[in-house]
């Protein structure tokens, strides 16, 4: 119900929203010399591969894995290497601290705990917090299917799964394809191109 309440409002904000760009703009704005698209690229094939992955071994919630491939996921790989660490780690933290209110809260409490980590999501503003917090709602569901166990175990280890997964490859990646180096055509008439002149030092 809730998820049908959010997308009945988006709708109803952005319906009347001018769009000056048209579904064909996607694919003419395309091209694996930019940046942007080679990470468009890269972004999906290394979601829809975890997630491939999860499937065949027969695992549940693989978009759990899809989700912690996208967080990690960004255009530079040492950024990913530096936010695949927290992406495990406070994955553990909010497992630790969701187990800690499971066990403490009577059991008429329990479907409120997702809704804490809402609102800890909503007034957390570093993403290490945001991510102890998510926490709490994937749990949530997730425990009334599997029991409160395995679900850990599995929150943990898709998590786990999917950072270092992406982190390595990103970095098969970046190892067979290169980005792509900026070329300067040549001065003609030989007239020095104006950055050059720029950086010229005067003669004495």
């Known amino acids: 119900v809730g998820s049908e309440m959010c997308i009945r409002d988006s709708y109803k904000n952005q ?27 890269k972004l999906t094939l290394i979601v829809s591969s975890a997630m491939l ?30 936010r695949a660490v ?8 909010g497992c630790a601290v969701f187990l800690v209110l499971y066990l403490l809260l009577p059991e008429n409490m329990y479907p409120y705990i997702g809704m804490i980590g809402g609102i800890g999501v909503g007034y957390s503003a570093s993403y290490p917090w945001q991510t102890v917090f998510n926490t709490f709602g994937a749990l949530s569901i997730a425990t009334t299917l599997f029991g409160l166990p395995y679900a850990l175990v599995l929150r943990i280890g898709t998590n786990i799964f999917g950072a270092a997964y992406t982190v390595l490859c990103n970095k098969l990646w970046a190892t067979f394809t290169p980005e792509p180096q900026p070329q ?18 005067p003669s004495p």
């Open 15 to 41: 319906k009347n929203r001018p769009y000056r760009r048209t579904f064909l703009d996607l694919f003419r704005e395309f091209d694996l010399k930019s940046a942007r698209s080679r990470w468009y690229v």
């Open 53 to 82: 992955f999860m499937n065949l071994l027969g695992l549940p919630r693989a978009m759990w894995a899809g989700i912690a491939c996208m967080s990690v996921c960004l255009p530079f790989t040492k950024d990913c290497e530096q």
């Open 86 to 93: 927290p992406r495990g780690l406070y994955n553990i933290i």
């Open 184 to 201: 300067f055509p040549p001065p003609q008439n030989n007239i020095l191109p104006l950055s050059c002149l720029l950086y010229t030092s």
